[in-house]
């Protein structure tokens, strides 16, 4: 019983004195905020986009239809299953954009100690053009929400 409890005891030291020195390293860095704000972004609109999946999906396949020159028999033909597939991928991408969120909150939670920064986890949230986005108040929060994950970023 005695062994359990020193062990416990060193345990317990180890664990303030890493904290201390991880506390002490971080106080003189400059914090970035950059990573908790994406993820608190990312993890309510991710299921923003999932929800709506069926309307971005119906978006990019009109937008699909009136700029791509194929044939029309080709143009008919797609349409319902390309409905169908853009559907699942776009909600599919909703909820990575959501889960990504989640992961980086953690991370980002390290990193406000820091100044360092991490690239984001999921891209196309980044980098494709959304159907609803607000730049206004791009510095608090952006709102970027209906983003066609089949398009090209």
């Not at 923003?48 to 700029?67: M, N, R």
């Not at 390309?82 to 909150?105: A, H, K, P």
């Amino acid at each position: 019983m005695k062994l359990l409890d020193r062990t416990a005891r060193r345990l317990r030291m180890a664990l303030l004195a890493a904290g201390a020195a991880a506390a002490l390293a971080a106080s003189p860095a400059a914090a970035t905020t950059g990573v908790i704000k994406r993820s608190f972004e990312n993890m309510p609109q991710g299921l923003v986009d999932a929800a709506f999946s069926p309307v971005t999906a119906g978006h990019s396949i009109y937008h699909g239809l009136t700029t791509i020159e194929d044939t029309w028999p080709v143009r008919i033909a797609y349409v319902v299953p390309g409905y169908f597939w853009n559907v699942m991928c776009d909600f599919g991408g909703g909820i990575i954009r959501s889960l990504t969120g989640v992961i980086e909150l953690p991370v980002g939670l390290v990193l406000l100690f820091t100044d360092r920064d991490m690239e984001p986890l999921f891209d196309p949230a980044e980098e494709n053009e959304a159907l609803v986005n607000l730049d206004q108040f791009e510095d608090i929060y952006r709102v970027k929400v209906l983003i066609p994950y089949t398009a090209g970023g």
